[in-house]
T-cell receptor, first 112, second 114 residues
Framework: EAQVTQNPRYLITVTGKKLTVTCSQN?????MSWYRQDPGLGLRQIYY???????DKGDVPEGYKVSRKEKRNFPLILESPSPNQTSLYFC???????????FGPGTRLTVT | AQSVTQLDSQVPVFEEAPVELRCNYS??????LFWYVQYPNQGLQLLLK??????LVKGINGFEAEFNKSQTSFHLRKPSVHISDTAEYFC????????????FGQGTRLTINP
C-alpha cells in the first residue's frame, strides 16, 4: 500500500530534550515536506526537500532541522524543544512533476 | 509570495443542503490551487486541484470548485452534503513555476447537522 508513515504518532516531552520525528514514504517520491498545524493558522511549511541531500527552509524553520540522506526518509529534528513547538506535525511527499501531496497521519507533540 | 484566506472558520449546514466554502488567494505569479480535506484524527487528503484548463474542477465525493482569476477565488461547492462530509477543509496555493511551497489557508470546519 502506498503511504507516508510517521513515528511516533504521539509524543510528550520536556523542554530541551532533543527528539526526532521520523517520516518515511514508499512511493519513490522525490519531494518531501514537513508542516505544522496549529488552530486558526492552518498548516505552515517548516522544511522541504526536492531530493536526496537537497533541503530548503519553509515559512517557519526556526528551532527545527532536517536531513535527507535517503530518498524514502525525511526526519524532523528538534535539538532543544520549547513549549511553542507544541503542535500537530505532518509529513508529506509527492512525485516530481506532479502536484498532489500525500500526507502522513500526523504526530501530536507536546512540550512541557 | 502567496497567501490564502478562507473566509469562514466554521460552516454549519443541514444534511442534504448545498454548501459553499469560500477561498480567496493573492499572488503576483500564476498559481496552482488545491482543496484538501481532513477527517477527524486523520491526515489530509486531496479533494481536487486546478492546474490549468477548465475553470470548473470536479473532485472526489461530489465536490467541485471554480477558479475565478479576476476575483482571485477558488470556492468549493457541493449540491447536497452528507453526515460523512463533516471534516475540516483547507484551501492551498502553490507557485506554478516550481510548486516547492504549498501555502494553506486557516481551514474551514464543516459541520453537518441531521
Amino acid at each position: 500500500e502506498a503511504q507516508v508513515t510517521q513515528n511516533p504518532r504521539y509524543l510528550i516531552t520536556v523542554t530541551g530534550k532533543k527528539l526526532t520525528v521520523t517520516c518515511s514514504q514508499n512511493m519513490n517520491h522525490e519531494y518531501m515536506s514537513w508542516y505544522r498545524q496549529d488552530p486558526g493558522l492552518g498548516l505552515r511549511q517548516i522544511y522541504y526537500s526536492m531530493n536526496v541531500e537537497v533541503t530548503d527552509k519553509g515559512d517557519v524553520p526556526e528551532g527545527y532541522k532536517v536531513s535527507r540522506k535517503e530518498k524514502r526518509n525525511f526526519p524532523l529534528i528538534l535539538e532543544s524543544p520549547s513549549p511553542n513547538q507544541t503542535s500537530l506535525y505532518f509529513c508529506a511527499s509527492r512525485a516530481s512533476g506532479f502536484y498532489e501531496q500525500y500526507f502522513g497521519p500526523g504526530t501530536r507533540l507536546t512540550v512541557t | 509570495a502567496q497567501s490564502v484566506t478562507q473566509l469562514d472558520s466554521q460552516v454549519p449546514v443541514f444534511e442534504e443542503a448545498p454548501v459553499e466554502l469560500r477561498c480567496n488567494y493573492s499572488s503576483s505569479v500564476s498559481v496552482y490551487l488545491f482543496w484538501y480535506v481532513q477527517y477527524p484524527n486523520q491526515g489530509l487528503q486531496l479533494l481536487l486541484k486546478y492546474l490549468s484548463g477548465s475553470t470548473l474542477v470536479k473532485g472526489i465525493n461530489g465536490f467541485e470548485a471554480e477558479f475565478n482569476k479576476s476575483q482571485t477565488s477558488f470556492h468549493l461547492r457541493k449540491p447536497s452534503v452528507h453526515i460523512s462530509d463533516t471534516a475540516e477543509y483547507f484551501c492551498a496555493v502553490s507557485d506554478s513555476r516550481g510548486a516547492q511551497k504549498l501555502v494553506f489557508g486557516q481551514g474551514t470546519r464543516l459541520t453537518i447537522n441531521p
